[in-house]
């Protein structure tokens, strides 16, 4: 998928999701990076995206958490080591399974 078409999905999806102001500024400064990458998999320090999205660390954390459980984005951490994500494209847009993440919240 392109740069483009990956916004409107997930416009479609937030629709569905309504998925919070924090988890939308954090995902498409994601996938802006990705862009920026060439690439759906990159690394990304905390303190970076902390910083380019005055978001405290902890928000930065269960921010990535929550756009993980709803399907958007894997990562893997590890201790002062710089965060590896990948953006996924083909996440799902069922309510059912969003609803189940909506009321773990």
């Known amino acids: 998928m392109y740069y483009l078409e990956l916004i409107e999905r997930f416009w ?44 405290t660390r902890k928000t930065v954390k269960s921010t990535k958490e929550k756009l993980r459980d709803l399907g958007l984005i894997e990562f893997q951490t ?8 990948r953006l996924l494209l083909n996440y799902n847009l069922q309510i059912s399974k969003i609803d189940k993440i909506r009321k773990s919240d």
Request: charged share 15%; aromatic share 12%.
């Open 12 to 55: 479609r999806f937030n629709h569905i999701a309504n998925i919070g102001s924090t988890a939308i500024a954090m995902y498409l400064y994601l996938l802006k990076t990705a862009e920026e990458n060439d690439g759906y998999v990159f690394v990304l320090s905390d303190v970076v995206v902390s910083n380019d999205l005055g978001l």
């Open 78 to 85: 590890k201790n002062g080591v710089p965060c590896s994500y």
